[in-house]
């Protein structure tokens, strides 16, 4: 189940730095997606918890998921960056993840341990001094 929140994403365009030339001093292609999780209808209080503990540090002091993009020349497809970029955080965030089904050790790993730890006993037994008193 993919969730789609484009509709509750605030824009905010700013100018941006790297290639472009003189274009990057006149033109804001830098785009900055703000969502509200906490104010959000799109997704459940169950779903909101998930997102806030998963993203806690992409989340402001205000509740908001904050994500840039400058990658593009283009305000409209930093504009897709982000909105992609949103998107798949949120549905990340929203997978459970497995629990661990704890096994236990098998009688023949033990036996191996076992048997490994006797034969380097013996290959240290054989690396003592020899005493002339033991014989």
Same mark, same amino acid.
């Given at each position: ?21 003189? $274009? ?32 806690? $540090? ?61 034969? $380097?006993?013996? $290959? ?12």
């Amino acid at each position: 189940m993919k969730i789609d929140i484009t509709s509750e994403i605030i824009f905010k365009t700013a100018r941006s730095g790297g290639k472009g030339g003189q $274009n990057v001093n006149k033109v804001e292609t830098m785009v900055e997606g703000r969502w509200n999780v906490v104010a959000s209808s799109i997704v459940s209080d169950d779903q909101k918890k998930m997102i806030t503990e998963k993203l806690a $540090n992409k989340i402001t002091s205000e509740g908001f998921l904050l994500i840039k993009s400058q990658k593009s020349r283009t305000q409209l497809g930093n504009k897709d960056l982000v909105i992609k970029k949103i998107n798949a955080l949120v549905n990340a965030s929203l997978i459970k993840k497995k629990s661990r089904i704890a096994t236990k050790v098998s009688a023949a790993s033990k036996e191996k341990r076992i048997e490994t730890k006797k034969r $380097n006993a013996f $290959n240290k037994e054989g690396r003592k001094k020899i005493n002339p008193k033991d014989f």
